[in-house]
């Protein structure tokens, strides 16, 4: 098993550009989420989603969208780069049942100048 | 947002000595899990505590889950130079509720 997917592994955008960052778990996790890491600052979550069809806002949304329309893929988009996006976003999933640890991927190094 | 209270932020060890971080929480929590993040890769588990005052080893690994329910420690052993991280706490309350929290991390440096 793969796991959980991420790509790309690095990307550079000029301010104002788009992006969609892709994950994609084999694992039929109805949970998955979306992370960003800041040096120092631990794991802060953008979005997560319940299961296909279900999104919700986690700690830092703006600026971010998601969808989820299978129970495979939940992909971050970006739509107008700004410096304060630089990082590295993580996706995780995981069953969900309370107490399940996440499986995350390796991340994706976000660039934006 | 909530987060936990991990510490140290960082350690610089030298090989061979052991290691003791903990995180700490004003509530509680029903899951302890720790993880470990290799330099540019993304974080894997190492450990899941259940139940209060559980203590379980994993290798050199050994952690705990606080009897109050609202700490853990995790505890390596004899550090060699592939320890070297960044590890993160997790609590999790369980039930109805599937969105941990995480601590800022410790960041581990061993000097061969």
């Known amino acids: 098993n793969a796991g959980v997917t991420q790509t790309p592994k690095f990307r550079i955008l000029k301010i104002g550009q788009s992006m969609t960052l892709q994950c994609a778990q084999d694992?039929?996790?109805?949970?998955m989420y979306w992370y960003r890491q800041d040096p120092g600052m631990g794991l802060k979550l953008i979005y997560y989603?319940?299961?296909?069809?279900?999104?919700d806002k986690g700690e830092v949304p703006n600026g971010y969208n998601v969808s989820r329309s299978t129970t495979e893929d939940f992909p971050l988009r970006l739509e107008l780069a700004a410096p304060s996006q630089t990082s590295v976003y993580f996706c995780?999933?995981?069953f969900g049942q309370g107490g399940s640890p996440l499986h995350f991927g390796n991340g994706t190094r976000l660039t934006v100048t | 947002g909530q987060q936990l209270n991990q510490s140290p932020q960082s350690m610089f060890i030298q090989e061979g000595e052991d290691v003791s971080m903990n995180c700490t929480s004003s509530s509680i929590f029903n899951t302890w899990l720790w993880y470990k993040q290799d330099p540019g890769e993304g974080p894997v588990l190492l450990i899941a505590?259940?139940?209060?005052?559980e203590l379980t080893s994993n290798g050199r690994l050994t952690a705990q889950f606080g009897i109050t329910r609202k700490d853990s420690f995790l505890n390596i052993s004899a550090s060699i130079p592939s320890d070297v991280g960044i590890y993160f706490c997790?609590?999790?309350?369980?039930?109805?509720?599937?969105?941990?929290?995480f601590g800022r991390g410790t960041s581990l440096i061993v000097h061969p």
């Open positions: 989603s319940v299961g296909a069809g279900i999104t």
């Open positions: 505590l259940y139940k209060a005052g």
């Open positions: 694992m039929n996790h109805n949970y």
């Open positions: 997790a609590g999790q309350l369980g039930g109805g509720s599937y969105i941990p929290t």
């Open positions: 995780a999933s995981s």
